[in-house]
């Protein structure tokens, strides 16, 4: 798949408990766009999803991955890690399918955006 390093999809994510503050789905959303637009990034999808965070087998997920595809975007742009997976090894898995592909994750948090910049390095060289 061709990837255009310069379009994002926006995934955020709230767990079903939260439906009652769905306005953190339209804070992150928000939030995204701020970000992409300060990254030179073009907005190619966005998805919003109340559902658990401890499987990515979910819609929300799989709507995300099926919107990357479609636009052929290179980027997908979370808040966080959390945001994609509460289970290190599955978040661990997603993006090892997502860096096959040549999407890369990033993360408005400084930390987290250092950490997935080590995990990806890893991921790369193999370790694991």
Request: charged fraction near 20%; aromatic fraction near 4%.
């Amino acid at each position: 798949m061709m990837c255009d390093k310069r379009k994002a999809v926006l995934y955020c994510r709230v767990g079903p408990g939260k439906r009652e503050a769905a306005g953190g789905l339209q804070l992150q959303r928000e939030f995204l766009r701020k970000i992409a637009r300060q990254r030179g990034l073009s907005v190619a999808g966005e998805v919003l999803a109340c559902e658990t965070g401890s499987t990515l087998q979910r819609p929300g997920w799989a709507t995300a991955l099926r919107a990357i595809q479609m636009a052929q975007a290179g980027v997908l742009l979370v808040t966080s890690g959390t945001r994609i997976s509460r289970n290190t090894v599955e978040l661990l898995q997603a993006l090892r399918q997502l860096n096959a592909q040549g999407v890369e994750v990033q993360m408005t948090a400084p930390m987290q955006e250092q950490a997935m910049q080590l995990w990806t390095h890893f991921l790369c060289a193999g370790g694991g």
